[in-house]
């Protein structure tokens, strides 16, 4: 069973469940899931960053692999202010921006890391392959 839970915790913004719902599963694929995906502004994302990570900056995710097996359980917070601002940066739309955060994230879930360059070059081309499946050019 895949259980794909969204949260609309941002003051101004409201991103489309059943949208972020289709992201999350065609990223984690045929495991059984329970993630929640969770949409905040600047400031909760700073405290989260702060209290769990100990990193006193804003990002624009931050997920929480909780379990791998038997089930993938998980947490993914995403920073809309952030959203909104690299959409303007990187020239796509808001949506789109969205879109590639949520599978960052849920990348971020099943394994792939970005710490290293290796490592991000790696999970950049999954989430490249995502993106473009949702938003093609």
Known sequence: MQRVLVFNAHRRYRIRKKLVEKYVRRVVGKRKTTVSVVFVDS???KSINKKYLNHNYVTDVISFTIEQ?????GEVYIN???AKQQAREYDVSFANEVGRLVIHGAL?????????ESERKKMKTVEDKHVHYWFPK
Not at 69 to 73: F, G, M, N, Q, S
Not at 108 to 116: F, K, N, S, V
């Open 43 to 45: 400031r909760c994302c």
């Open 80 to 82: 809309l202010d952030r």
């Open 69 to 73: 097996t038997p089930t993938l359980e």
């Open 108 to 116: 971020h879930l099943i394994g792939y890391e970005d710490q290293t």
